[in-house]
């Protein structure tokens, strides 16, 4: 190795070109020592290799269609095995020629049924409210997409997160590039949000052997407020105008607010006569709007150490019966404030409606008796924040 070395350097001093047979090798570097990677923080997500991926990929694979057999189906694919098993027995040429046809029935359906699939998009309608124990429409349309080819048999079933799928809207044609509307009809059973997912788009078409279907996400909320109740109020105390909530204005009152000419368009049965007598125009009298204070209605939300199904009970009928006797207390004219034994309250009145107090009731939940000094300090610490900044902005 050395004398190779010395023969290149000699070489290369004269001009002249090493032979190339002649190998110059140099010598290998000594590898510097790794040091020990850092270890990973706990908490931190290892990284996955190729394996662990390929495993996860391959147990949440999800097949974008289903296919389920119908009693028919099952009746057919089992004559289908039948001639199968007698046409390869017997050889028999009319036997494998039936088997052919049947084969081709399947292939058929198959490719027929996946046409009515493809390029559809389905809309979901929800209404602006919904109540407990009365029933709702929920309209489903669903656009066809392609530009020649129509869809036949096509049944969207409506899935909401945690509960069975009992809905279901039946289409039996969609034409070309147009849209297709229905309705189903859902009286809910409880109160709280209601989570769609999405769809199930299904069709038993042509020959109903079988019935191939595909999932569609589609996200939507609907807010179901508590049960409302007839509630009979007791008589209206005449002395609750004194001292009420509230600002004087224009109403319907017996009392006087103001008096002004009339005006074209305005109610005769308002004249004032006794001042229109001594004037030389018609007076008019504007009526005092009443003002009256808040009725108040406090619920417990706290839940006692060890409660059980009773509790749940209690609190859904103490809900439903708040809820009964806000609306009737709204109708009556009243402001009606809703408040919990935590701080969170609703107001509402005749002017903005019983729609903040239902929403509110409708997602109030229980706490536990744990978490209320939790809640308390979270709350003192928000308003405590709250008020360090409007007094920085002041």
Known sequence: ???????????????????????????????????????PLPGTP??????????????????????????????FV??????????????????????????????VSSVMSELSLRTL?????LPTRAQVGRAHLVEIEVY??????????????????????DKRCFF????????????????????????????????????????KSREVMADGEL???????????????????????GTAGRGTSDETYALRPMREGDDPRDIYWRKSAITSQMVLRERARETRPDVRLVIDVVRPKGAGDAFAQQFEK???????????????????????????????DRNIGSDRILRFLALLDAVDEERVQEIQERRGLARGGSARTSGGHA
């Open 1 to 39: 190795m050395v004398a190779d070395r010395r023969q290149a350097e000699s070489l290369a001093v004269r001009g002249d070109k090493p032979p190339r047979d002649s190998r110059v090798t140099r010598p290998e570097a000594t590898p510097l020592p790794v040091p020990n990677p850092p270890s």
């Open 46 to 75: 290892r990284p996955e290799n190729a394996l662990t991926r390929f495993w996860r990929s391959f147990f949440t694979f999800k097949m974008p269609r289903r296919l389920k057999f119908t009693r028919e189906g099952k009746y």
């Open 78 to 107: 089992g004559i289908t095995l039948g001639v199968g098993f007698a046409a390869i027995n017997t050889g028999n040429n009319l036997l494998y020629l039936l088997l052919g046809m049947l084969l081709s029935l399947m292939v």
């Open 121 to 125: 998009t389905v809309t979901r309608r």
């Open 144 to 165: 066809n997409h392609k530009k020649r080819i129509p869809s036949y048999a096509i049944e969207v079933e409506d899935l909401r997160a945690g509960q069975p799928a």
């Open 172 to 211: 039996l044609k969609i034409s070309p590039s147009s849209a297709q509307v229905a309705a189903y009809r859902r009286t809910p059973a409880r109160r709280g949000r209601d989570r769609h997912t999405g769809f199930r788009i299904a069709t038993r078409f042509p020959f109903g052997l079988f019935e």
């Open 223 to 245: 807010v179901i407020y508590p049960a409302v109740d007839p509630v009979r109020l007791p008589p209206e105390d005449r002395g609750r105008a004194l001292g009420g909530v």
């Open 318 to 348: 103490r809900i439903r019966e708040v809820a009964s006797r806000a609306v009737a207390h709204i109708k009556r004219g009243d402001g009606v404030v809703v408040a919990t034994n935590l701080g969170e309250e609703a107001r509402g």
